[in-house]
């Protein structure tokens, strides 16, 4: 199928709209659903923490980084230039390793092409409403400079706290199945976390004022996941106050830290899975997300608790949610 252009207009309304889309209706999370159904959820939860995923990278860089780079406590009790800098650098390292690889694979070189590649519009240039007239550059300059300095922000100041005794720090040798269980659970709180601000940030007046800047992007691609206003930013980065409640390891908040951070390069990459040689290696896009994108009132949340389904906001992808959607989008007056 040939590659439609760049401006191409797409019609509403039925699945066929996208250049390629999984299998419809598209699934929720089944950890919650009634009846209980503990296989359906043992291989949900084993394709995020039994496979190469995006969650099994942020754990591995949350271990390989504490190990490598993180200051001892004795330094992170006082505020001083060098470790600030320290975080800084790595943080924004991180970023442009994970959006920008990405980025590089998917869209610059099109490695794979089209394969699992869900809207065909390319990244806007010379047009929209984009900083710099350029929606990459926009993404990049958002992502970069608001997003990796409020991140920092809260991360110095969640070390900087749990060294000086503020926050409840408890060892993973010294409650090890507690410990297990809390990687397990911080994906969860995240979008528990990420659901409720989502929702607030669509309520009109502060969709103006900051939310907008996120939904320029109806085509997303990996710098999309974090090009976000600064207000967005300290209330989507806010997840990580948990830890001063619930007593964690440093990796448990680098793992919560990096979850928040690169898992949207991840999950807006614009294609389902990484391809290489003809084989999917791993799961990359979001197609639930991936219709918020373009239908806005609709699976504020993630895939993982289903609130959306709860409170009546999910689209599962068929023209019949597309309909469902669009009556609520009137009825709320957006
Ligand atoms: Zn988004
Ligand atoms: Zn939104």
């Known amino acids: 199928m040939p590659s439609p252009a760049d401006d191409q207009p797409i019609p509403a309304g039925a699945a066929g709209e996208w250049y390629w889309h999984p299998d419809l209706p598209i699934p929720v999370s089944p950890v919650f659903g009634w009846p209980p159904r503990p296989v359906a959820a043992a291989k949900w939860l084993a394709g995020s923490w039994l496979a190469i995923s995006s969650t099994m990278i942020e754990l591995a860089l949350a271990f390989a980084i504490w190990w490598l780079t993180q200051p001892t406590?004795?330094?992170?009790?006082?505020?001083?230039?060098?470790w600030i800098l320290t975080i800084w650098l790595r943080n924004l390292v991180l970023l442009i390793l994970v959006a920008g690889s990405l980025h590089v694979?998917?869209?610059?070189?099109?490695?794979?092409?089209?394969?699992?590649?869900?809207d065909p519009r390319a990244m806007a240039r010379h047009r929209g409403p984009f900083t710099?007239?350029?929606?990459?550059?926009?993404?990049?300059?958002?992502?970069?400079?608001?997003?990796?300095?409020?991140?920092?922000?809260?991360e110095v100041g969640y070390f900087w706290a749990a060294a000086n005794g503020f926050a409840p720090v408890l060892g993973l040798a010294d409650a090890p199945f507690w410990s297990a269980l809390w990687f397990l659970l911080i994906?969860?709180?995240?979008?528990?976390?990420?659901?409720?601000?989502?929702?607030?940030?669509?309520?009109?007046?502060?969709?103006?004022?900051?939310?907008?800047?996120?939904?320029?992007?109806?085509?997303?691609?990996?710098?999309?996941g974090l090009s976000m206003h600064p207000i967005e930013h300290l209330l989507y980065?806010?997840?990580?106050?948990?830890?001063?409640?619930?007593?964690?390891?440093?990796?448990?908040?680098l793992f919560h830290i990096y979850n928040l951070a690169l898992n949207p390069a991840f999950s807006h990459s614009g294609f389902e899975k990484l391809v290489t040689k003809g084989r999917?290696?791993?799961?990359?896009?979001?197609?639930?997300?991936q219709l918020h994108h373009r239908y806005f009132e609709c699976n504020y949340g993630t895939a993982e608790v289903p609130w959306d389904?709860?409170?009546g906001s999910f689209h599962?992808?068929?023209?019949?949610?597309?309909?469902?959607?669009?009556?609520?989008k009137r009825r709320l007056g957006r």
């Open 132 to 154: 710099f007239k350029n929606q990459v550059l926009d993404n990049m300059f958002w992502s970069l400079v608001s997003g990796v300095t409020v991140w920092t922000s809260i």
């Open 187 to 224: 994906p969860l709180w995240a979008s528990f976390h990420f659901y409720w601000i989502h929702r607030f940030l669509h309520w009109p007046p502060l969709y103006r004022l900051a939310h907008g800047l996120h939904h320029r992007n109806i085509t997303i691609g990996p710098w999309t």
């Open 73 to 82: 406590w004795d330094a992170l009790q006082t505020l001083a230039p060098g």
């Open 237 to 253: 980065f806010s997840s990580v106050l948990i830890h001063f409640v619930v007593p964690s390891d440093p990796v448990h908040v």
């Open 280 to 289: 999917a290696r791993m799961a990359l896009g979001d197609f639930f997300h």
């Open 309 to 311: 389904v709860v409170f």
């Open 105 to 118: 694979w998917l869209w610059q070189i099109s490695a794979q092409g089209d394969q699992t590649k869900f």
């Open 316 to 328: 599962n992808g068929t023209s019949a949610a597309t309909h469902r959607i669009r009556d609520r």
